[in-house]
């Protein structure tokens, strides 16, 4: 008897925990925040080619752009309805603490330091990148292990000046730290020559390459990544509804990716598909948005506003643009990158 009570206990602890896991999610204080004004408010580097910079008409463009646009359309329904505001390295941490924005999606890189001391927390990787090194052309230099004593132009307030430090002294190359606090500083002196070398992750210097450089071909980033930089979004501590939203969105993305929905066909595949992976995906399945406090068709909104991880990519940064960056090991996981999604379900 004892036994069997014991059994039907455990059966009733499994059934509770299961019905509280399948319960909808209240929306949560930051969500509601964001509902009430009708806007994400969304903090951006203040141009960065590629990743967040704005046209002269205000339009912003770049892959952290297009993840706050796509949490804009599954959270509000439409792309446009964000707020951007420009953030230097040393104002993006504090912004995002004061509240003064929703989210920040502005190349900053995941770290223990960061995740565990600032109050925020680390949402999803966007885009794995590592430190690497610019240097003229005409300098004849090939090697990173051939900046001994060099100067090197860097951004203070970020885990590059902490890296170049710590790579300096592992290699004996007493390298010279040229240290400004605000990107646009550091471009104008390693241009005008103030400084042998520029460091930072490698995807920043193909942008600042083409966006700054006279002519991009006299620049040669060296081939050497001294670092892990995996970047992504941030939001505060304390609101696990917004936490979840801006997390799944992406994954979302990327699993969108794996299962070829696209902008282009994301509708028709909603209405179509037998695949049960793409029926969760689109809503026409099962309703995951209700897990988050959105509605089923969250993630169809999100892929018909920007399209998937893969289109995000080589829109903003891929081999056709101007950064031409290869896809490497932000290629999904099943080719040959580090790309992987937990599955949308």
Not at 28 to 46: H, M, P, S, W
Not at 77 to 106: H, M, Y
Not at 159 to 165: A, F, G, S, V, W
Request: proline share 4%; aromatic share 6%; glycine share 8%.
């Amino acid at each position: 008897m004892l036994k069997n009570l014991k059994k039907l206990s455990l059966l009733s602890a499994a059934a509770a925990t299961l019905a509280i896991t399948a319960m909808p999610a209240h929306a949560g204080k930051t969500l509601d925040a964001i509902k009430a004004r009708g806007q994400v408010v969304c903090g951006v580097n203040v141009g960065l080619a590629g990743f967040s910079v704005a046209d002269s008409n205000g339009a912003w463009t770049g892959m952290d752009v297009d993840h706050c646009k796509a949490i804009a359309a599954a959270v509000l329904g439409d792309a446009s309805k964000v707020k951007w505001v420009p953030l230097n390295a040393q104002q993006r941490f504090t912004a995002l603490q004061s509240g003064e924005v929703d989210i920040l999606s502005r190349n900053t890189t995941f770290s223990l330091t960061r995740d565990a001391s600032l109050g925020l927390h680390m949402t999803a990787v966007t885009y794995y990148d590592g430190q690497g090194f610019m240097v003229p052309v005409k300098s004849k230099v090939k090697s990173a292990k051939s900046l001994k004593g060099a100067t090197v132009c860097v951004q203070s307030g970020t885990t590059t000046e902490k890296n170049l430090t710590d790579y300096s002294k592992a290699n004996n190359l007493n390298m010279k730290p040229v240290v400004f606090e605000k990107q646009e500083a550091v471009n104008a002196a390693y241009f005008s020559g103030r400084c042998q070398a520029y460091t930072t992750d490698a995807s920043g210097l193909a942008s600042v390459r083409n966006k700054e450089a006279k002519d991009p071909k006299e620049h040669l980033i060296l081939p050497e990544l001294i670092s892990k930089e995996p970047l992504g979004p941030m939001v505060r501590r304390g609101d696990d509804e917004w936490f979840a939203i801006v997390k799944w969105v992406v994954y979302g993305l990327l699993e969108a990716e794996e299962y070829g929905v696209t902008q282009a066909n994301v509708e028709a595949m909603a209405k179509d598909s037998k695949d049960p992976v793409v029926g969760r995906l689109t809503g026409s399945g099962e309703d995951t948005g209700k897990l988050l406090g959105l509605d089923k068709d969250w993630l169809v909104r999100a892929v018909k506003a920007v399209g998937n991880y893969g289109e995000i990519f080589e829109r903003n940064v891929g081999p056709k643009t101007a950064l031409a960056l290869p896809r490497g090991s932000n290629n999904l996981w099943n080719q040959g990158g580090l790309m992987y999604a937990p599955p949308v379900r």
